[in-house]
């Protein structure tokens, strides 16, 4: 059984257009993170929230992590070509160990 | 900066052969860990060490060994390889403090026939 559940798993838009991914548990986390893969490389940290309610803005990118700290959302407004890639969200259990979700791969087309 | 660097970058292998992964780190990151990461199931933890000299297993820690023996280097090791353990596998490293981001090399793709 997965901890955290990603939805969607797969996601294609056109340029232009506004999406959000979410990222859920029945699990309390200390923080979250988001990371961010490109094919054929490893997973790049985009950001840590970690207070209930926290919301981070990474120019275009919106990061929410929910009041009772078991879910999170990342919004993308006007998405572009660029933002494609596979997007993971992770939760800190313990002191290092991360769970992740099964990943949202994101698709925009020009 | 090479940061975290995986070597090799591609292997096939026989069932039963037996081989290892060699991840290398020079951020001086004390946390290393290990991954697969298998389509639609995201990355899971294999095993991980918080020092040199010490491991601990992960969520999927069965048919696979690891070592520490230096700070900077982390060892996976197949014994007898299974069609099963078909996956790219990414080594992980950050610093002893809570919630500090991991960095991840580029992964090692690994097909057993």
């Known amino acids: 059984t997965q901890l955290l559940e990603q939805s969607p798993q797969f996601l294609s838009i056109q340029e232009g257009e506004n999406l959000t991914v979410y990222c859920n548990s029945s699990?309390?986390?200390?923080?979250l993170q988001w990371y961010r893969q490109e094919p054929g490389e490893g997973p790049v940290l985009l950001v840590t929230v970690v207070t209930g309610g926290e919301v981070k803005k990474l120019k275009r990118l919106t990061f929410q992590f929910g009041d009772a700290r078991k879910d999170s959302s990342l919004h993308i407004t006007a998405a572009q070509p660029g933002d494609t890639g596979l997007y993971l969200c992770?939760?800190?259990?313990?002191?290092?160990?991360?769970?992740f979700g099964q990943g949202t791969r994101l698709t925009i087309n020009p | 900066n090479a940061g975290v660097t995986q070597t090799p970058k591609f292997r096939v292998l026989k069932t039963g052969q037996s081989m290892t992964l060699l991840c290398a780190q020079d951020m001086n990151h004390e946390y290393m860990y290990w991954y697969r990461q298998d389509p639609g199931m995201g990355l899971r933890l294999i095993h991980y060490?918080?020092?040199?000299?010490?491991?601990a297993k992960g969520e999927v820690p069965d048919g696979y060994n690891v070592s520490r023996l230096k700070k900077q280097n982390f060892l996976l090791g197949l014994e007898s390889a299974a069609p099963s353990q078909t996956s790219v596998y990414f080594c992980?490293?950050?610093?002893?403090?809570?919630?500090?981001?991991?960095?991840f090399g580029d992964g090692t793709r690994l097909s057993i026939l």
């Open positions: 992980a490293s950050n610093l002893q403090v809570r919630g500090q981001p991991q960095h």
């Open positions: 992770a939760g800190l259990q313990g002191a290092q160990k991360l769970v």
């Open positions: 699990s309390v986390f200390s923080s």
């Open positions: 060490s918080v020092g040199e000299g010490t491991t």
